[in-house]
């Protein structure tokens, strides 16, 4: 069984850093999707620094803003283009060829009380530890800060652009 596995991205995000979320197939006989985020959404005044300090980090268990949902193939690119928090703009496909579904679905669903954290548990690192559980094969998000940045790793993914 061949699984299929999507990193989804906002551009403007994060002070245009951008953001990232994640999809992958969990049912090849009926087609069915499993996607969403820990979207982590800003709800502050911009010149709150003390806000933006706090934004850095949210303990475990504590609201990040995580969804999830179910559906088809065009529902989810329908979901993620049309904004269940946020819209996203384009999306990466990679061909994972030995899926483990449940164990992504797992990751997936314990994200929801990871907490966040910039610098060791951002989108970035959630995104690539869902779809790594999964089994697709993604550029880990270490050895430079410059690999946290959405749009950077993004851009380093190899798969199918898809334009939302």
Not at 23 to 47: C, E, V
Not at 52 to 70: E, F, K, L, M
């Amino acid at each position: 069984m061949e699984g299929a596995a999507f990193v989804f991205i906002n551009f403007i995000q994060a002070g245009r850093m951008g953001h990232v979320g994640w999809g992958f197939l969990i049912d090849p006989a009926t087609q069915t999707y499993y996607f969403g985020s820990t979207d982590h959404l800003w709800r502050h005044n911009w010149w709150d620094l003390v806000a933006w300090i706090r934004y850095t980090h949210v303990n475990p268990s504590a609201n990040n803003d995580w969804w999830s949902g179910t559906g088809t193939h065009d529902d989810m690119l329908r979901m993620m283009s049309g904004g269940h928090h946020i819209r996203y703009h384009a999306a990466k496909r990679v061909s994972v060829l030995a899926p483990s579904p449940d164990r992504a679905f797992s990751r997936a669903e314990a994200m929801q009380h990871a907490g966040w954290s910039i610098l060791v548990n951002n989108c970035v690192h959630q995104t690539y530890c869902v779809l790594s559980d999964y089994g697709a094969a993604l550029p880990a998000p270490t050895g430079s800060v410059t690999k946290l940045i959405p749009k950077n790793w993004f851009c380093s993914i190899e798969g199918e652009y898809i334009e939302l």
